[in-house]
C-alpha cells in the first residue's frame, strides 16, 4: 500500500541533533538522576510580580474574548514609545509595530512576507537554531558567513560585502547572541549599516535587515546596545525583532513583536497581519495590560536579575578558564559560553565513547558526569567544535557543574 505521505515542506524539517541529548538528558532527570543542565534557553527566575499582577487582574476584569490580530493599540502604542524612547528609533507608530506568539513567531511571520523563492538570506554563523529553517520555509536561499571564536564570532563589513549580491533579501543579525554570549560594538554595527545602505543604493535595492534584539537588555559590564533602527541610513529596512521573554523572564507568556518605521514598516506590518490573522490570531487579551506594565514599570526587576546574570557569567568564566583545552571569548550579553572543545576530539571518555564531535562530546559529558549542555552542531558554522552553556542557573549549580566538566575533561584518556 502507498503510504499517503507528508509534503515536501514537512520532510524538509529535519529533527534537531540538539533534541537527542536534551531528551537523555528529561529521561536521565525523570529516572532520579542528579542531572545538572546547562541547557535552558530561559532566565530561571519568575516573571516580576507587577507583570504577572497585571494578567491576573485582567483575566477578573473579564478580558478573555480575541484582541485585535497583532496587539491592542494600547500595547502596540506602549512598544512604539519604547522603541523610540529607549532604542532610538524614530517615527514609529503603534502601526508600525505587530505583537506575535513571541520573537520566535514575528521571525516567521517577516521572512514569510518578505521571502520569494531563491532569494538569498544571509546568515552570519553560529547562530540561532530556527534562523534558517525558517529562511528555507519561506523559500529563502541560506547563505552562511563563516565567523569564528576568535573574531567574537561576529563577521567584518568586508565579508559582508562580499556576500551580498543582487539577489540578497535578508541580513539577519542577532545581537547579544544566542549561543556565541558575544555582541558588537556600536562602532561594529555602524560600519555594518554602511555597507548595507551601500548595496541597497547598488546591487541589492530589495535588501532588508532583521535585527533580533531580544537579549538587548542582558548585557554585561557597561557595555552599550546600538538598535540599528536608530541608524538613519538603513532604518526604513531595518525590521526590529524583540520581546519580553528574557528581559522580563516571560518565555511562557509569548509576546514578541516586530516593528519598522516609514512607509515599508507599514506596508511589512500590515502583511503581517493578513498573514497572523489567518495563522494564530492575536496572543491573548488578558496578556495586553501585562505588556504595558513591562515595559513601563519593571526597570527595577531586570536590573536585579541583569545583575544576578552577570555575576554568573564571571563565575562560570573564571571556572571555565581553569579547565584546559576549552577556549572561548568572554561572555558578553545573553546568558550563554560557547567554548571550543575540539582540542578533545580524537579522545576517549570513561565509559569508551569515543569523543569525535560537539555531539559525542555532550553526550560523553552527560553519560559520564551527568552535565547537560548543547552541542553546537545546530547553530551552523564552527559551532560543530563548541558546545553551549546556559548559565542561567544558581551560582551553587555553575559550581558544582564546573567541578564535573573539569573532572570530566581531566578523565578523557
Ligand atoms: C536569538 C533568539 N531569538 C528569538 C528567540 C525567540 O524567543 P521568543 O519566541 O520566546 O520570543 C530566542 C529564544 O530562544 C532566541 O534565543
Redesign the pocket.
Known amino acids: 500500500m502507498i503510504k499517503p505521505g507528508l509534503s515536501d515542506r514537512a520532510n524538509s524539517l529535519k529533527p534537531s541533533a540538539t533534541l537527542a541529548v536534551a531528551q537523555k538528558a528529561r529521561q536521565m532527570k525523570a529516572a532520579g538522576e542528579d542531572v545538572l543542565a546547562f541547557a535552558a534557553?530561559?532566565p530561571d527566575f519568575v516573571t516580576p510580580e507587577p507583570i504577572r499582577k497585571a494578567a491576573k487582574d485582567a483575566l477578573d476584569a473579564g478580558l478573555t474574548h480575541y484582541a485585535p490580530t497583532l496587539g491592542t493599540p494600547a500595547a502596540r502604542e506602549a512598544i512604539a514609545h519604547k522603541l523610540g524612547s529607549e532604542n532610538g528609533i524614530a517615527g514609529l507608530t503603534a502601526k508600525h509595530v505587530g505583537i506575535g506568539v513571541?520573537?520566535?513567531?514575528c521571525?516567521y511571520n517577516a521572512m514569510q512576507v518578505l521571502i520569494d523563492p531563491g532569494d538569498e538570506v544571509l546568515l552570519p554563523v553560529p547562530c540561532?537554531v530556527?534562523y534558517a529553517p525558517q529562511a528555507r520555509l519561506a523559500g529563502g536561499e541560506v547563505v552562511e558567513i563563516q565567523t569564528t571564536g576568535e573574531s567574537g564570532f561576529k563577521i567584518t563589513p568586508d565579508q559582508l560585502k562580499a556576500a551580498i549580491t543582487p539577489k540578497s533579501r535578508l541580513l539577519i543579525l542577532?545581537s547579544p547572541?544566542?549561543p556565541c554570549g558575544t555582541m558588537y560594538s556600536p562602532d561594529e554595527l555602524r560600519a555594518l549599516a554602511s555597507v548595507i545602505a551601500e548595496a541597497a543604493q547598488t546591487i541589492a535595492p530589495r535588501l532588508v535587515l532583521i535585527t533580533?534584539e531580544?537579549?538587548e537588555k542582558i548585557i554585561y559590564e557597561g557595555r552599550e546596545h546600538l538598535s540599528m533602527g536608530s541608524i538613519d541610513a538603513i532604518a526604513e529596512r531595518t525590521v526590529t525583532?524583540n520581546?519580553l521573554?528574557?528581559a522580563y523572564a516571560m518565555?511562557g507568556w509569548?509576546?514578541?513583536y516586530a516593528a519598522c518605521p516609514g512607509e515599508f514598516g507599514l506596508e511589512l506590518i500590515a502583511a503581517m497581519d493578513r498573514l497572523q490573522g489567518q495563522v494564530t490570531s492575536g496572543i491573548p487579551t488578558f496578556i495586553m495590560p501585562a505588556i504595558e506594565v513591562a515595559l513601563t514599570q519593571c526597570s527595577g526587576d531586570v536590573a536585579q536579575m541583569v545583575a544576578a546574570f552577570a555575576s554568573r557569567a564571571k563565575l562560570t568564566e573564571s571556572r571555565l578558564s581553569e579547565i584546559p583545552g576549552v577556549n572561548f571569548p568572554s561572555p558578553e550579553g545573553a546568558f550563554y559560553i560557547f567554548p571550543d572543545v575540539s582540542s578533545h576530539f580524537g579522545k576517549t571518555a570513561p565509559d569508551g565513547t569515543k569523543i569525535t564531535s560537539a555531539m559525542t562530546f555532550a553526550d560523553a559529558l552527560l553519560t559520564n558526569q551527568k552535565v547537560a549542555v548543547v552541542p553546537g552542531e545546530d547553530f551552523g558554522g564552527c559551532g560543530e567544535k563548541h558546545i553551549r552553556i546556559s548559565f542561567a542557573c544558581s551560582e551553587d549549580q555553575i559550581n558544582a557543574g564546573m567541578d564535573r566538566l573539569a573532572e570530566f575533561v581531566g578523565s578523557l584518556g
Open positions: 534557553g530561559e513571541g520573537g520566535k513567531l521571525l540561532w530556527s542577532n547572541s544566542n533580533d531580544i537579549y525583532i520581546g521573554s528574557k518565555t509569548r509576546v514578541g
